[in-house]
């Protein structure tokens, strides 16, 4: 079996993260058992508040998600819910990941400083650009969170994928890929290693055999999503070690939430 080059496969990891978030969804996957399920957020987009005497309008935090990635590598989720610090969901315990959370322990609740269009003078009119701080409840601070992490050197991407899994199998011992209408592959769960047996080696074929690579290289499988709750958005993060009970239904969720341009068929 021909081998990508370290450097390839990093590539188009860092793809694939970019182009998860599609429309098009794969069939749905059964998580393991969550372990960590984080307050409910109201929906993304930034509103103003009641406007104060001066009749300026103020705008309001909003929570935020970040996934974090460097060198092609998932590093975690960044969850800023309003009005508290932000917070780090590891996904990876990495060099890149032990400094990124060095960093989030390190800010906590400090300000940071961040670049932007400060109040104007008169109303109507644009501010000066120059430097300011923002804290936790400013509308700025999930911005200037950020600013500060592609500062670093992080790649900072979209929320995690929104996922809802309505009718989760028993139990999973492979699945079956398919895009564009043809069979790309199958995954068998039963054996040790899981083995992944490919249809050809075309272009479909091959990111998916990348994509299988990045989770079997994780000793720690940890998927993070959005789910919806009373019309809310929740983060809901399913780990699982290899060769635990939960490990396959683990492996079908991270498939599901990272990749839905593939569709999945479940044999139980």
Known sequence: MTTLPARACAALVTLAALVGGCDDRSAPAAPGAPVASVSVAPAPSSTPSAAPADGRFVQQQVDKWFRIYKDGHELGVVEVLAG????????????????????????????????????????????????????PGDHLYPFAI??????????????PGRFEDK???????????????????TLDLTVTPPKLELVNREGNALFLETFWKGIDAEERLVVSYLTAKDGRDVLTTVEAKKGSPEYAQTVRLAFAVRYPNYVMKVVP
């Open 146 to 159: 950020e600013e500060l992490l592609r500062r670093r050197g992080f790649e900072v991407l979209q929320a």
């Open 167 to 185: 009718s989760p199998p028993r139990s999973v011992r492979k699945l079956e890929f398919s895009r564009d209408g043809a069979k790309v592959g």
């Open 84 to 135: 508290k610090p932000w917070r780090l969901v590891l996904h990876s315990a990495n060099d890149d990941a032990l400094a990124l959370e060095k960093l989030v322990k390190e800010q906590g609740a400090a300000p940071i400083s961040v670049n932007v269009h400060l109040p104007p003078d008169e109303p109507g009119t644009r501010g000066p650009y120059g430097s300011t701080e923002a804290a």
